[in-house]
C-alpha cells in the first residue's frame, strides 16, 4: 500500500470511531434522561390523547430545541393528526398542533 492509502484508510478509520463513540453518547444520554422523567410514557399518551379526545398512534421521548426533552406523540382524533408534546416532569401539554401532512417531514430538526 502506498503511504496514502495508508493515511488515508487511518483518516477513515478514526472518523468511523469518532461517530461510533457520538452515537453511544447520544444512546447514554437519551436513556438517561428517560430514566430522569417524572411521567412514564402511558401517562403522557393519556394525557395526549385527552387534550385532543384522540388515540395515540406514535409515541416517542425526544430533545427539541424549544423545550428540551419531551414525550412527543401522534394522536388521531376523527380525520384529524395532532402533534402533541407533553412535558416529562409535570405531564402537561406543552404544544399541541394539527399535523396537516400526517408524514414524518423532517420537522424534528426544527423542533
Request: aromatic share 6%; net charge negative.
Amino acid at each position: 500500500m502506498s503511504r496514502y492509502s495508508k493515511l488515508s484508510l487511518l483518516a477513515v478509520a478514526l472518523g468511523a470511531a469518532g461517530s461510533v463513540a457520538y452515537a453511544a453518547k447520544t444512546i447514554e444520554n437519551d436513556a438517561a434522561a428517560i430514566a430522569k422523567a417524572r411521567i412514564s410514557l402511558v401517562q403522557a399518551v393519556t394525557a395526549a390523547e385527552q387534550h385532543v379526545n384522540g388515540k395515540a398512534a406514535k409515541a416517542e421521548f425526544e430533545h427539541s430545541k424549544q423545550h428540551g426533552w419531551v414525550y412527543d406523540i401522534e394522536v388521531v382524533s376523527g380525520s384529524k393528526v395532532f402533534d402533541v408534546k407533553i412535558d416529562p416532569e409535570k405531564g402537561a401539554v406543552i404544544a399541541s398542533t394539527e399535523d396537516k401532512a400526517d408524514h414524518d417531514d423532517g420537522r424534528d430538526e426544527q423542533d
